[in-house]
């Protein structure tokens, strides 16, 4: 049966729908699964029908935007009472991006800049619009300061695929299986110097055979691109022991574990889709799968749940990741910081961190879930994702960080005192959702 | 009795707004508003960011169109510290522009547009969308889908990501194309082109069919705002062109924007009111946009968009007041852009790593740049200190220049649908979908 869903926009600039959108093909096998009964940007229903709607009618509601007017803050509750399960939908809604950095001036401040003392404006006596409007916030909000979250897909925007695997994985859908046999049978190392019997969390014993890239030849494990077989290798028992003990994961084994969930499972937890509290229970009534390890030998879905299991109750494991272990670039290169550099200074090579060539990469500090996008065109990141750690002083984190693990030669206070706008490059995604801020330059 | 009718939210809009009319006893129609009810004051907290990271913070103005906010405020840091890039960059933004009017242009045309065409006015609100229309014809729907994403995807390719671009740089762009990506678009520009002519072949049948709604209902004579390059249709670079309800054309430079271009704050939207300063307000109300672009230009900047533009003169004279026309504007933009996205893809200076002028130094300054955004004209005007910290911003963002223009638009068609019942007697085809 298909599944009820709502879409609501607060104040932001339909960038996450259009990377939505952006799926495109990859949006059809979805579509049927989902009952879409409110989604302003796409589809004509009006806000009566969402109000007429009994409470908790909607079992996932997408909020995307911060909230910036009365209009958004009333939206906001209004979804929380109607739909089961919340997710904040794009770092908009998230952390409040980039408008929150209007959260340094007192409301009226901003408010006279639009609308009293802009060059081009032609009234004799300019003034805030009031007839029909809804009216500003005191300071722009992400959705948590107002209502309670489930779920989290941070990102601007959020890639598409992340999205799609997250509705997937909300409506409590499995990946189909490829082909019958595993990819064992097939892999170069298969007689002889098998990865796992070396302690290497290799995913060959579930993962579909048929591929020609075989990465096992090159000496690295598979991590399941192709998707699951139908039939398990013996080896799974192996691999079964040792998903088992995550909790004692060598930081290798925890790199293919996340490219597996991401390539295998399409679990988007590297794209920044963090679970909150009772979204589990939810899932769980829905009969998606359970941790216990019942069957023997495992099955691909046995070992893909106690995966999932383990992270559900540890997030913090999914928050060892930066934009960093996404990054092409080498750390440790033959470049050196030895003055921080504007953006518009020089001209980056597209091999050495972008740190250590002397810029400010918010890379070291940001969340995973991009696949360092930026980076890639040569631009340092500027932390869209949010950051991997919350602390009041993210300025002061961030030298930290850079100065442990970067070839730098300027000190921490060199450092800050180089970056003039420490609010736009520390904190530029992210100000609205920290709780210490109060305001000011 | 007073009526008031209000569409709340108005839906396939990029953005946050309500319609409102209302009728006195007398049946008469006393107001028609088009509220827009948020906005998140870009020209307040761009205020002490380094000038060089607002183009970096501005895409989120539009998630549809953030490519011009890309674009468009590195043009204007340019313009206040003298920045001269070399001709790759110029190129490679201009490839990356038209990549976005492509997407742009079929998703409004494809999502936004058509369902009401296709389905016709009068179809089940729950089913008159794009969903639907691919459910229906699986044949168009895959093609409108592949026509995205080339575009999208070559956004991505040379922005870096589609939404919310990252590669442009004061002095230039921070990479080229690879090789090997323009070769993977080089082969598929073809059957882009191909599409391209089904969605004209589509859209001038929808014309015909509704030749009788175009060319009656919502003709509204106003101004019109466009941008030409020495009155060749241009939407990177050129003067801003402002032409007449008689379709008198004036040219000005971008520089003097203010003598141009008015703001009234109206009262019921935070979206503000533009016009043509010179006449007044609200007589000077002009509209923007692809309708706009195409009354300014004396010609396309491509062939096959050119005879597109002869076809369209041809039937509506040399000034086109149809806001229905819209719709056939719009397709030969899209002509234009993938003529255009075709040329550049052959030119060697795309993959020329050359793209980034070391000479780059902050001065004190006032930079205005402008571009043509899939939704109207785009200006940014940035005030730089010294050591490059933007001071100032002002900001004419392409939607706001057809708010007024809307609402004109708006209480024109209200008369005409409540007072004048035109809608009664008229002729609709029967839908594509039913
Ligand atoms: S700091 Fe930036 S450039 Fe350096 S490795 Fe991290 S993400 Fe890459
Ligand atoms: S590199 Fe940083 S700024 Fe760029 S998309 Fe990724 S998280 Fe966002």
Redesign the pocket.
């Known amino acids: 049966m298909a599944v009820k869903v709502a879409f609501m926009q607060c104040s932001d600039c339909w960038g996450c729908h259009q990377s939505l959108l952006n799926a495109h093909l990859g949006l059809l096998p979805v579509l049927p699964a989902l009952d879409i009964v409110y989604w302003p940007a796409v589809v004509d229903f009006k806000h009566d029908s969402l109000k007429a709607r009994p409470d908790g009618d909607i079992l996932v509601g997408f909020v995307e935007g911060s909230l910036r007017t009365n209009e958004d803050v009333e939206n906001a509750k209004l979804m929380r009472a109607k739909c089961q399960l919340i997710i904040s939908f794009g770092s908009c809604s998230c952390y409040g991006n980039v408008h929150g950095l209007a959260n340094q001036w007192d409301i009226q401040k901003v408010i006279n800049r639009k609308f009293v003392e802009t060059e081009s404006i032609t009234n004799e006596s300019p003034h805030e619009p009031k007839e029909h409007m809804p009216g500003f916030t005191e300071k722009i909000m992400p959705l948590d300061e107002v209502i309670k979250v489930d779920a989290y897909i941070a ?2 925007p959020p890639k598409p695929e992340a999205i799609i695997s997250s509705v997937v994985f909300l409506l409590g859908q499995k990946p189909q299986p490829m082909n019958d046999l595993a990819f064992c049978n097939e892999c170069p190392l298969n007689t002889e110097g098998c990865l796992l019997d070396k302690g290497v969390m290799c995913f060959g014993p579930i993962t579909s055979s048929g591929c020609t890239l075989k990465c096992t030849s090159n000496g690295d494990p598979c991590v399941g691109c192709f998707g699951p077989s139908k039939t398990v290798a013996s080896r799974a028992e192996k691999l079964n022991g040792m998903v088992k003990n995550l909790s004692t994961i060598s930081t290798g084994n925890k790199k293919n574990l996340f490219e597996f969930l991401t390539l295998f499972l399409n679990v988007p937890l590297m794209a920044g889709f963090d679970l909150a509290g009772d979204v589990l229970k939810q899932i769980k009534k829905r009969g998606a799968p359970e941790s216990p390890l019942a069957n023997l030998p495992p099955t691909t879905e046995d070992i893909a749940s106690s995966i999932m299991a383990y992270l559900r109750d540890n997030r913090d494991f999914t928050e060892i990741s930066n ?1 960093c272990d996404t990054c092409p670039r080498i750390i440790g290169s033959k470049s050196r910081m030895t003055k921080v550099k504007r953006d518009y200074e020089g001209l980056p090579n597209m091999d050495d961190c972008l740190i250590e060539q002397g810029y400010i990469c ?2 070291p500090v ?1 969340k995973a ?2 696949g ?4 890639r065109v040569n631009a340092p ?5 949010g950051q991997t750690e919350w602390v009041a002083d993210q300025a002061s984190r961030f030298a930290d960080v850079v100065i442990k693990g970067f070839n730098v030669d300027v000190s921490k206070e060199e450092l800050l005192s180089q970056v003039k706008d420490h609010l736009g490059t520390f904190q530029k995604f992210t100000l609205a959702s920290n709780r210490s801020y109060k305001g000011g330059e | 009795m007073v009526k008031e009718i209000v569409v709340e939210p108005v839906t396939r809009l990029e953005g946050h707004g309500g319609l409102r009319i209302v009728l006195g006893d007398d049946g008469k129609v006393k107001d028609a508003q088009f509220n827009i009810t948020s906005t998140r004051f870009f020209e307040k907290f761009c205020e002490g960011r380094y000038a060089e990271h607002v183009p970096r913070i501005t895409p989120r103005i539009c998630g549809i169109c953030p490519i011009p906010h890309h674009l468009t405020p590195t043009k204007a840091v340019e313009d206040a510290w003298g920045v001269e890039i070399p001709e790759p960059a110029r190129k490679l933004r201009i490839l990356l522009q038209n990549a976005k009017q492509y997407s742009s242009h079929v998703l409004h045309f494809y999502a936004l547009a058509a369902p009401d065409f296709l389905l016709g006015p009068f179809a089940d609100p729950a089913l008159r969308n794009v969903v639907h229309v691919i459910n229906k014809m699986p044949d168009v729907g895959a093609m409108a889908l592949k026509m995205m994403d080339f575009g999208q995807k070559l956004c991505a390719e040379i922005g870096g ?1 589609s939404v919310h671009p ?1 590669s442009a740089i004061v002095g230039g762009m921070k990479k080229p194309m690879d090789e090997d990506a323009r070769d993977k678009f080089l082969k598929q520009v073809g059957e882009q082109i191909e599409f391209t002519k089904k969605t004209v072949e589509i859209g001038l049948k929808v014309v015909e069919d509704y030749w009788d709604v175009v060319a009656n209902v919502a003709v509204v004579p106003t101004y019109y705002l466009g941008m030409t390059k020495n009155g060749v249709h241009d939407i990177y670079e050129g003067d801003i062109r402002i032409v007449t309800p008689n379709g008198e054309k004036k040219d000005f430079d971008i520089h003097k924007y203010l003598d141009v271009l008015g703001e009234h704050i109206p009262e019921h939207s935070y979206a503000t009111h533009m016009y043509y300063k010179p006449a007044g307000y609200p007589d000077g109300i002009y509209r923007a946009n692809c309708l706009a672009m195409i009354n300014a230009a004396d010609k396309m900047a491509t062939p096959l968009a050119d005879e597109a533009l002869k076809a369209f003169r041809d039937k509506t004279g040399p000034i086109s007041h149809h806001t229905f026309a819209y719709h056939w504007a719009r397709l030969i933009e899209t002509v234009e852009a993938i003529e255009i996205i075709a040329t550049l893809l052959k030119d060697p200076d795309v993959v020329n790593p050359d793209c980034k002028t070391l000479d780059v130094e902050p001065r004190e300054g006032n930079g205005v740049g402008v571009t043509e955004a899939p939704r109207g004209l785009l200006l940014y005007n940035i005030w730089s200190d010294a050591a490059g910290i933007c001071k100032k911003l002002n900001l004419l963002v392409a939607t706001n220049h057809n708010i007024a223009g809307i609402e004109k638009t708006l209480m024109h068609t209200a008369k005409q649908v409540f007072e004048d019942k035109a809608l009664d007697g008229l002729k609709l085809p029967d839908p594509w979908i039913k």
């Open positions: 990102g601007c934009v918010m890379g940001t879930g991009c360092g996008l930026c980076l990141c500027s932390g869209c994702y | 990501k990252i």
